[in-house]
């Protein structure tokens, strides 16, 4: 058996879209059929995570906001020549928070310790808060490979739990307060994914209850990005906003559609990408989405009323054609030759309408990345964030000139964001470590998923329990464990737990 697993030195989106698709080529059926995925599942309660790990997971949060303090305080002393001061105040102390290696990777080029200390400085001086605004957490994609489901689970709560270190952090050192605004921003994306709007929601609405768990209102929002920006702009402004997307779209399509070739992804793209830089972007795009997007053509085979939620995204048959979609995207379509397939649910499915559904798939795919850069590109010429909030300190998971870049994971899988992954606890030399790894990934390594145990379905637990009821009624993983060797007191442990 072939196994390829990622390079975890990600120098890109595009390097990693165009590894998961390698990791997918040479590992073509090795995700878990569901027989298999039922058999190897492990269940524990939701009182257990409720009552359980996350008491320990609050308190490992308390730590690290203290010892990240201090570290603050430490390294405004030792850089104080570089801010040009006699003595350290708090906006220099500030300025080293938003340094700190352990959620930062901020690079000088793109804004230095001064710039970031003299922002703080009049925002304080405004009696202002100090409000950090990332754009994260849109959706978790339909993708089979990347996923068993599209709720929130572990890693979303490991990454607001780092939103609320960061945040509490300054606070304690503001006079003024700090809140960290996550702006969920699905819908603006919508525009180019298709994701079904009521998943987009739910997502939200799942985040929100992660949020109350965890009791860090106080500093951490979240906010419906198109709900945000529309609501801060003016009518008109906000209409102009919708035509220069329209517009921008339209520039895209006339510019560079004649150049795509449906049947020669990489040579076409290629070509596309040494133009110019919106070219460039546009590559970029493609390979970064096209594992992401809503595929109607698929998902549609199926009669989804007669069907669960798993039954419908994640069968066999889905995950047999989606990996063979993706396995082939190197390939000349025209000149590639499908097998007729014999699938699980479907039935019979002939070649010729293999290559039909895989054809209207690629055309999505591009349709979908001339959007993305086109609502990206929108936001960025109209400085839509900064008009609404013109004090807003922008954290980006990219970074880019005048921003800060927030590690928003791990140091090990700083370009992997929690919506396009699955949780997972790996268990190592007596020590936990969290990681965020691609569905495929993790199956790959025979790693087990740990599903919520068996909830009544009534209005009280749908209220207590919130996503844990969802995920228990969906049979989505909360995370993957690497062993189940005394499992639950292993989870219980978390002055074991590495987070970072």
Same mark, same amino acid.
């Given at each position: 058996?072939?196994?390829?697993?990622?390079?975890?030195?990600?120098?890109?989106?595009?390097?990693?879209?165009?590894?998961?698709?390698?990791?997918?080529?040479?590992?073509?059926? +090795? #995700? &878990?059929?569901?027989?298999?995925?039922?058999?190897?599942?492990?269940?524990?309660? $939701?009182? *257990?995570?409720? =009552?359980?790990?996350?008491?320990?997971?609050?308190?490992?949060?308390?730590?690290?906001?203290?010892?990240?303090?201090?570290?603050?305080?430490?390294?405004?002393?030792?850089?104080? +020549? #570089? &801010?040009?001061?006699?003595?350290?105040?708090?906006?220099?102390?500030?300025?080293? $928070?938003? *340094?700190?290696? =352990?959620?930062?990777?901020?690079?000088?080029?793109?804004?230095?310790?001064?710039?970031?200390?003299?922002?703080?400085?009049?925002?304080?001086?405004?009696?202002?808060?100090?409000?950090?605004?990332?754009?994260?957490?849109?959706?978790?994609?339909?993708?089979?490979?990347?996923?068993?489901?599209?709720?929130?689970?572990?890693?979303?709560?490991?990454?607001?739990?780092?939103?609320?270190?960061?945040?509490?952090?300054?606070?304690?050192?503001?006079?003024?307060?700090?809140?960290?605004?996550?702006l969920a921003d699905g819908f603006k994306y919508n525009r180019a994914c298709g994701t079904p709007n009521s998943e987009i929601e739910l997502y939200q609405l799942c985040l929100k209850y992660w949020m109350n768990i965890l009791a860090i209102h106080d500093v951490v929002k979240l906010e419906n990005y198109e709900n945000w920006v529309n609501s801060g702009l003016s009518e008109e402004a906000a209409l102009s906003r919708e035509i220069h997307f329209r517009n921008k779209y339209n520039d895209l399509k006339k510019e560079y559609d004649l150049n795509f070739n449906i049947n020669k992804l990489d040579e076409s793209l290629d070509g596309i990408a040494k133009s110019n830089e919106i070219g460039d972007q546009l590559r970029f795009t493609f390979w970064s989405i096209v594992s992401s997007v809503y595929y109607q053509e698929l998902f549609n085979l199926f009669d989804?009323?007669?069907?669960?939620?798993?039954?419908?995204?994640?069968?066999?048959?889905?995950?047999?054609?989606?990996?063979?979609?993706?396995?082939?995207?190197?390939?000349?379509?025209?000149?590639?030759?499908?097998?007729?397939?014999?699938?699980?649910?479907?039935?019979?499915?002939?070649?010729?309408?293999?290559?039909?559904?895989?054809?209207?798939?690629?055309?999505?795919?591009?349709?979908?990345?001339?959007?993305?850069?086109?609502?990206?590109?929108?936001?960025?010429?109209?400085?839509?964030?900064?008009?609404?909030?013109?004090?807003?300190?922008?954290?980006?998971?990219?970074?880019?000139?005048?921003?800060?870049?927030?590690?928003?994971?791990?140091?090990?899988?700083?370009?992997?964001?929690?919506?396009?992954?699955?949780?997972?606890?790996?268990?190592?030399?007596?020590?936990?470590?969290?990681?965020?790894?691609?569905?495929?990934?993790?199956?790959?390594?025979?790693?087990?998923?740990?599903?919520?145990?068996?909830?009544?379905?009534?209005?009280?637990?749908?209220?207590?329990?919130?996503?844990?009821?969802?995920?228990?009624?969906?049979?989505?993983?909360?995370?993957?464990?690497?062993?189940?060797?005394?499992?639950?007191?292993?989870?219980?442990?978390?002055?074991?737990?590495?987070?970072?």
């Open positions: 058996m072939v196994v390829f697993m990622l390079n975890e030195d990600k120098k890109s989106q595009i390097s990693s879209g165009h590894r998961l698709i390698r990791l997918v080529q040479f590992n073509e059926k +090795k #995700l &878990y059929t569901n027989k298999e995925f039922n058999a190897k599942a492990i269940y524990i309660s $939701a009182d *257990f995570w409720l =009552h359980s790990f996350l008491p320990n997971l609050k308190i490992n949060i308390s730590n690290n906001i203290s010892n990240r303090i201090s570290a603050a305080i430490s390294r405004a002393r030792k850089n104080i +020549k #570089l &801010y040009d001061v006699d003595v350290i105040g708090i906006p220099e102390l500030i300025s080293e $928070a938003l *340094f700190d290696t =352990h959620w930062y990777k901020v690079k000088v080029q793109h804004i230095s310790r001064l710039e970031l200390r003299d922002k703080v400085l009049s925002i304080i001086n405004k009696n202002q808060k100090i409000q950090l605004y990332l754009p994260i957490l849109s959706r978790k994609p339909f993708s089979p490979i990347k996923n068993k489901g599209t709720l929130p689970d572990l890693s979303e709560l490991h990454t607001l739990a780092r939103c609320a270190e960061a945040a509490y952090t300054i606070n304690a050192l503001s006079p003024t307060g700090c809140e960290f605004i996550i989804a009323d007669s069907l669960s939620f798993i039954e419908h995204y994640y069968n066999d048959d889905i995950q047999e054609l989606y990996s063979l979609y993706l396995t082939s995207l190197n390939l000349c379509i025209h000149e590639h030759f499908y097998p007729d397939l014999s699938l699980n649910k479907i039935g019979y499915l002939p070649s010729k309408e293999v290559y039909e559904i895989f054809i209207k798939m690629r055309k999505r795919a591009w349709e979908s990345a001339m959007k993305y850069v086109a609502i990206s590109l929108t936001d960025r010429e109209l400085n839509s964030l900064e008009v609404v909030k013109e004090s807003a300190l922008k954290l980006t998971i990219h970074g880019k000139k005048g921003e800060i870049h927030f590690v928003s994971t791990t140091k090990q899988d700083v370009n992997i964001t929690a919506q396009h992954c699955c949780g997972g606890l790996d268990f190592e030399r007596g020590n936990t470590k969290l990681s965020f790894k691609y569905r495929l990934e993790r199956e790959l390594k025979n790693e087990i998923p740990i599903l919520i145990e068996n909830l009544e379905d009534t209005p009280y637990n749908r209220a207590k329990y919130g996503n844990f009821f969802l995920l228990y009624i969906r049979k989505q993983p909360i995370c993957y464990v690497s062993n189940v060797t005394n499992l639950k007191k292993k989870l219980m442990s978390m002055s074991s737990l590495h987070r970072e």
